[in-house]
């Protein structure tokens, strides 16, 4: 991490309204949600930003104690770098302080890949976002798995979790939130020690 002051943003990756709230694609979502019950916050609508945002503090207290603003935002996920760029400068981000939570398809499901930077791998909220800012954020890649058979990538993307990942999902957007909290108080090396198991 090269700038240490300022708030950390999260941004969960996902697509606004109800009928995406189970999707594979929100598991971004679920995590920010998650993050926020941690910190006793509520989502309300950003004043700058097509998003919704909760801030709040997260690690222990003393200097790993950090203050973080939690993001969701709500355009489309294909556009999630135009609200993910505007928060960075209302609250005067730098890159390197930036997290995004989204779906990963090349990692199984119930896999976590904590990294800095890179390619977007084909994932339309990771494009916009390095389209708008550039590749060096964090990245918590939470696996998903392949479609199975011939089914297409959109159409699996954008369905519920399967009855049997649900069982398996508490517990993957947990351990999810563990390592957003963990790369904020502990830094990436310690925190990809972690969860890149």
């Known amino acids: ?63 790993a104690n950090q203050r973080v603003v939690l993001a969701k935002p709500q355009s489309y996920m294909n556009l999630s770098g135009g609200p993910v760029t505007a928060l960075r400068d209302f609250y005067k981000v730098s890159t390197g302080r930036i997290i995004a939570v989204h779906d990963e398809l090349d990692i199984d499901y119930g896999t976590l890949r904590l990294k800095l930077g890179g390619g977007d791998n084909g994932h339309n909220g990771l494009k916009s976002m390095t389209k708008a800012m550039g590749p060096d954020y964090l990245r918590v890649r939470a696996g998903i798995g392949r479609p199975p058979g011939r089914m297409d990538v959109a159409a699996f993307v954008l369905k519920d979790f399967s009855s049997t990942e649900r069982k398996e999902l508490d517990w993957f957007v947990d351990r999810a939130a563990d390592a957003v909290e963990a790369l904020i108080t502990e830094g990436l090396e310690r925190a990809q020690s972690t969860y890149n198991s």
């Not at 916050?41 to 950003?46: E, H, L």
């Not at 004043?47 to 200097?63: D, F, L, S, T």
């Open 1 to 63: 991490m090269s700038d240490t002051s300022g708030p950390w943003l999260v941004a969960g990756l996902g697509n606004p309204g109800p009928e995406y709230a189970g999707n594979r694609h929100n598991i971004g979502f679920m995590v920010a949600d998650l993050l926020a019950e941690r910190i006793g916050g509520r989502f309300k609508r950003a004043q700058k930003a097509q998003a919704m945002v909760v801030e709040g503090r997260i690690g222990p207290p003393g200097p």
